[in-house]
Nanobody, 123 residues
Framework: QVQLVESGGGLVQSGGSLRLSCTAS????????MGWYRQAPGKQRELVAA???????NYADSMKGRFTISRANATNTVDLQMNSLRSEDTAVYYC?????????????????WGQGTQVTVSS
């Protein structure tokens, strides 16, 4: 069974940066597609970025050029570097494991979620 623990959320001013980290435990953790979703109040959960076990990435359009996802299979960690943050990036960010890819594109989220970490961007 895979468990996910997130860290790195917080409060930042518009234009600033934050780095989120997710550590996965479980014997099969390294074979999963992993990534980050976010959910703002009153909105649906949406994909932020995802990465396959071999390092192929997929980003939501509004995050391209600002966010970078990376993973270290040796330590079962997935990081999300967020730059040029905007007030609309304010949300709870969730790490997710088991993300499904098809043709290099995310087609569905996985079954394992972290507890979520709050990111607040002040304008």
């Amino acid at each position: 069974q895979v468990q996910l623990v997130e860290s790195g959320g917080g409060l930042v001013q518009s234009g600033g940066s934050l780095r989120l980290s997710c550590t996965a435990s479980g014997i099969y953790a390294i074979i999963y597609g992993m990534g980050w979703y976010r959910q703002a109040p009153g909105k649906q959960r949406e994909l932020v970025a995802a990465i396959t076990s071999s390092g192929n990435t997929n980003y939501a359009d509004s995050m391209k050029g600002r966010f970078t996802i990376s993973r270290a299979n040796a330590t079962n960690t997935v990081d999300l570097q967020m730059n040029s943050l905007r007030s609309e990036d304010t949300a709870v960010y969730y790490c997710n494991a088991g993300i499904k890819f098809r043709g290099g594109v995310v087609v569905g989220w996985g079954d394992v979620w972290g507890q979520g970490t709050q990111v607040t961007v002040s304008s």
